[in-house]
Protein backbone atom coordinates (compact mmCIF):
# COMPACT_ATOMS: atom_id res chain seq x y z
CA UNK A 1 0.00 0.00 0.00
CA UNK A 2 1.07 3.40 -1.17
CA UNK A 3 2.14 5.49 2.53
CA UNK A 4 4.25 7.68 4.45
CA UNK A 5 7.22 6.17 6.33
CA UNK A 6 8.73 7.25 9.45
CA UNK A 7 11.73 5.39 10.91
CA UNK A 8 12.71 5.23 13.91
CA UNK A 9 9.61 4.78 15.33
CA UNK A 10 11.06 6.30 19.23
CA UNK A 11 14.32 7.62 19.01
CA UNK A 12 17.00 8.44 21.75
CA UNK A 13 19.80 10.79 21.41
CA UNK A 14 21.79 12.66 23.80
CA UNK A 15 21.60 16.30 24.74
CA UNK A 16 23.89 18.07 22.07
CA UNK A 17 24.25 15.25 19.75
CA UNK A 18 23.02 15.57 16.07
CA UNK A 19 20.17 13.05 15.40
CA UNK A 20 18.52 12.79 11.91
CA UNK A 21 14.57 11.12 11.50
CA UNK A 22 14.02 9.79 8.57
CA UNK A 23 10.60 9.66 5.60
CA UNK A 24 10.28 8.00 2.80
CA UNK A 25 7.01 8.10 0.90
CA UNK A 26 5.45 5.74 -2.12
CA UNK A 27 2.60 8.34 -2.56
CA UNK A 28 5.03 10.13 -5.40
CA UNK A 29 3.63 13.40 -3.49
CA UNK A 30 5.63 16.76 -4.60
CA UNK A 31 4.83 18.45 -1.37
CA UNK A 32 6.97 16.75 1.78
CA UNK A 33 6.33 18.34 5.43
CA UNK A 34 8.12 18.16 8.97
CA UNK A 35 5.57 18.91 11.82
CA UNK A 36 7.07 19.52 15.77
CA UNK A 37 4.19 17.85 18.19
CA UNK A 38 4.30 18.34 21.74
CA UNK A 39 2.13 16.49 23.99
CA UNK A 40 -1.07 17.94 24.15
CA UNK A 41 -0.46 20.20 21.44
CA UNK A 42 -1.10 21.06 17.48
CA UNK A 43 1.29 19.97 15.45
CA UNK A 44 3.26 23.10 14.26
CA UNK A 45 4.79 23.41 10.64
CA UNK A 46 8.94 23.42 10.88
CA UNK A 47 9.46 23.55 7.48
CA UNK A 48 8.20 22.32 3.88
CA UNK A 49 9.68 20.75 0.41
CA UNK A 50 7.77 21.59 -2.93
CA UNK A 51 9.61 19.27 -4.82
CA UNK A 52 13.44 20.50 -4.73
CA UNK A 53 12.11 24.67 -3.24
CA UNK A 54 13.03 24.32 0.31
CA UNK A 55 10.55 26.65 2.37
CA UNK A 56 11.38 27.33 5.89
CA UNK A 57 9.06 28.20 8.78
CA UNK A 58 10.30 31.75 9.81
CA UNK A 59 10.17 30.55 13.77
CA UNK A 60 11.93 27.13 13.09
CA UNK A 61 15.16 27.64 14.85
CA UNK A 62 18.37 26.89 13.09
CA UNK A 63 18.91 24.09 14.68
CA UNK A 64 16.52 22.36 12.66
CA UNK A 65 17.79 21.51 8.82
CA UNK A 66 15.83 19.41 6.74
CA UNK A 67 17.20 17.63 3.34
CA UNK A 68 15.67 15.83 0.41
CA UNK A 69 17.67 13.75 -1.44
CA UNK A 70 15.13 12.64 -4.15
CA UNK A 71 11.00 12.23 -4.18
CA UNK A 72 10.72 9.91 -1.87
CA UNK A 73 13.24 10.44 0.48
CA UNK A 74 13.09 13.71 3.30
CA UNK A 75 15.27 13.84 6.37
CA UNK A 76 15.09 16.09 9.64
CA UNK A 77 18.56 17.09 10.96
CA UNK A 78 18.69 18.61 14.76
CA UNK A 79 22.76 19.38 15.10
CA UNK A 80 22.03 20.03 18.79
CA UNK A 81 19.44 19.16 20.44
CA UNK A 82 18.14 20.26 23.83
CA UNK A 83 15.57 18.98 26.50
CA UNK A 84 12.94 21.24 24.87
CA UNK A 85 13.46 19.31 21.25
CA UNK A 86 11.76 16.29 22.70
CA UNK A 87 8.44 15.76 21.18
CA UNK A 88 7.34 14.14 18.23
CA UNK A 89 8.19 14.85 15.22
CA UNK A 90 5.60 13.78 12.13
CA UNK A 91 6.72 13.65 8.06
CA UNK A 92 3.54 14.41 6.14
CA UNK A 93 3.04 14.53 2.29
CA UNK A 94 0.52 16.12 0.06
CA UNK A 95 -0.24 16.15 -3.85
CA UNK A 96 0.45 19.90 -4.41
CA UNK A 97 0.51 22.45 -2.34
CA UNK A 98 -2.23 22.98 0.22
CA UNK A 99 -3.49 26.00 -1.60
CA UNK A 100 -4.90 23.81 -4.45
CA UNK A 101 -7.03 22.10 -1.22
CA UNK A 102 -4.87 18.91 -0.66
CA UNK A 103 -5.39 17.10 2.31
CA UNK A 104 -2.19 15.82 3.98
CA UNK A 105 -1.32 12.51 4.46
CA UNK A 106 0.92 11.96 7.72
CA UNK A 107 3.57 9.39 8.97
CA UNK A 108 3.54 7.16 12.20
CA UNK A 109 5.75 9.73 13.35
CA UNK A 110 9.32 9.65 15.40
CA UNK A 111 8.92 10.17 18.77
CA UNK A 112 12.35 11.74 19.94
CA UNK A 113 13.45 11.50 23.86
CA UNK A 114 16.67 14.02 24.59
CA UNK A 115 18.83 12.64 27.60
CA UNK B 1 0.34 35.19 13.39
CA UNK B 2 -2.77 33.26 11.99
CA UNK B 3 -4.15 31.23 14.91
CA UNK B 4 -7.12 28.50 15.12
CA UNK B 5 -8.55 28.31 18.37
CA UNK B 6 -10.98 25.22 19.20
CA UNK B 7 -12.90 24.83 22.23
CA UNK B 8 -13.23 23.23 24.31
CA UNK B 9 -9.81 21.85 24.85
CA UNK B 10 -11.17 18.29 26.77
CA UNK B 11 -14.57 16.43 26.47
CA UNK B 12 -15.72 13.46 28.11
CA UNK B 13 -18.96 11.93 27.33
CA UNK B 14 -20.83 8.79 28.21
CA UNK B 15 -20.94 6.69 25.24
CA UNK B 16 -23.82 7.49 23.31
CA UNK B 17 -23.73 11.13 23.91
CA UNK B 18 -23.19 13.45 21.45
CA UNK B 19 -20.14 15.65 21.47
CA UNK B 20 -19.36 18.64 19.64
CA UNK B 21 -15.46 21.10 19.18
CA UNK B 22 -15.54 24.39 17.54
CA UNK B 23 -13.10 26.28 15.85
CA UNK B 24 -12.44 29.46 15.58
CA UNK B 25 -10.12 31.65 13.02
CA UNK B 26 -9.45 35.59 13.65
CA UNK B 27 -9.27 35.86 9.87
CA UNK B 28 -10.89 35.04 6.71
CA UNK B 29 -10.12 31.15 5.79
CA UNK B 30 -9.89 30.03 2.41
CA UNK B 31 -11.23 26.42 3.67
CA UNK B 32 -10.66 24.11 6.69
CA UNK B 33 -9.88 20.85 6.85
CA UNK B 34 -10.26 18.40 9.81
CA UNK B 35 -8.39 15.38 11.46
CA UNK B 36 -8.28 13.13 13.68
CA UNK B 37 -5.44 11.28 15.98
CA UNK B 38 -5.97 8.16 18.15
CA UNK B 39 -4.15 7.92 20.91
CA UNK B 40 -0.33 7.37 19.79
CA UNK B 41 -1.31 7.63 16.45
CA UNK B 42 -0.63 9.91 13.83
CA UNK B 43 -3.77 12.78 12.50
CA UNK B 44 -5.78 11.60 9.77
CA UNK B 45 -7.67 13.18 7.19
CA UNK B 46 -11.87 13.50 7.66
CA UNK B 47 -12.85 16.34 5.53
CA UNK B 48 -12.48 19.34 4.05
CA UNK B 49 -14.73 22.64 3.81
CA UNK B 50 -14.56 24.93 0.79
CA UNK B 51 -17.70 26.84 0.71
CA UNK B 52 -19.04 29.65 2.86
CA UNK B 53 -21.78 27.84 4.72
CA UNK B 54 -21.02 24.68 3.49
CA UNK B 55 -22.23 21.40 5.83
CA UNK B 56 -20.79 17.87 5.13
CA UNK B 57 -21.57 14.75 6.80
CA UNK B 58 -20.16 11.35 6.98
CA UNK B 59 -22.11 8.56 8.75
CA UNK B 60 -22.54 10.40 12.74
CA UNK B 61 -20.22 13.42 11.65
CA UNK B 62 -21.19 16.42 10.69
CA UNK B 63 -18.94 19.18 9.74
CA UNK B 64 -19.72 22.72 9.13
CA UNK B 65 -18.06 25.37 7.93
CA UNK B 66 -19.51 28.85 8.90
CA UNK B 67 -21.32 31.83 6.61
CA UNK B 68 -18.12 33.93 7.03
CA UNK B 69 -15.55 31.27 6.67
CA UNK B 70 -14.26 31.64 10.01
CA UNK B 71 -15.61 29.74 12.16
CA UNK B 72 -16.16 25.47 11.53
CA UNK B 73 -17.80 22.91 13.82
CA UNK B 74 -17.55 19.30 14.06
CA UNK B 75 -20.36 17.05 15.65
CA UNK B 76 -20.37 13.08 16.75
CA UNK B 77 -23.77 12.21 16.97
CA UNK B 78 -24.24 8.89 19.51
CA UNK B 79 -20.47 8.59 20.27
CA UNK B 80 -18.84 5.03 20.52
CA UNK B 81 -15.44 4.31 21.94
CA UNK B 82 -13.62 4.34 18.60
CA UNK B 83 -14.48 7.87 18.16
CA UNK B 84 -11.98 8.39 21.45
CA UNK B 85 -9.08 10.95 20.23
CA UNK B 86 -8.32 14.04 19.25
CA UNK B 87 -10.18 16.54 17.05
CA UNK B 88 -8.09 19.13 15.14
CA UNK B 89 -9.03 21.89 12.28
CA UNK B 90 -6.56 23.22 10.20
CA UNK B 91 -7.01 26.40 8.62
CA UNK B 92 -5.87 27.23 5.15
CA UNK B 93 -5.05 31.09 5.03
CA UNK B 94 -4.24 33.41 2.04
CA UNK B 95 -2.07 35.71 3.56
CA UNK B 96 -0.75 39.27 2.14
CA UNK B 97 2.02 38.39 0.31
CA UNK B 98 -0.53 35.26 -1.78
CA UNK B 99 1.33 32.21 -0.34
CA UNK B 100 -0.85 29.93 2.11
CA UNK B 101 -0.58 28.37 5.02
CA UNK B 102 -2.45 25.28 6.88
CA UNK B 103 -2.51 26.36 10.54
CA UNK B 104 -3.55 23.48 12.87
CA UNK B 105 -6.17 24.08 15.49
CA UNK B 106 -5.45 23.67 19.22
CA UNK B 107 -7.26 20.84 19.49
CA UNK B 108 -10.16 18.83 21.03
CA UNK B 109 -9.44 15.71 23.31
CA UNK B 110 -12.58 13.51 22.93
CA UNK B 111 -12.79 10.64 25.87
CA UNK B 112 -15.38 8.12 25.97
CA UNK B 113 -16.88 6.82 29.26
CA UNK B 114 -18.36 3.30 28.33
Known amino acids: DAMVIQNPRYQVTQFGKPVTLSCSQT?????MYWYQQKSSQAPKLLFHYYDKDFNNEADTPDNFQSRRPNTSFCFLDIRSPGLGDAAMYLCATSRDITATNEKLFFGSGTQLSVL | GQQVMQIPQYQHVQEGEDFTTYCNSS?????IQWYKQRPGGHPVFLIQLVKSGEVKKQKRLTFQFGEAKKNSSLHITATQTTDVGTYFC??????????????FGTGTRLTIIP
Open chain 2, 27 to 31: TTLSN
Open chain 1, 27 to 31: LNHNV
Open chain 2, 90 to 103: AGLFISNFGNEKLT
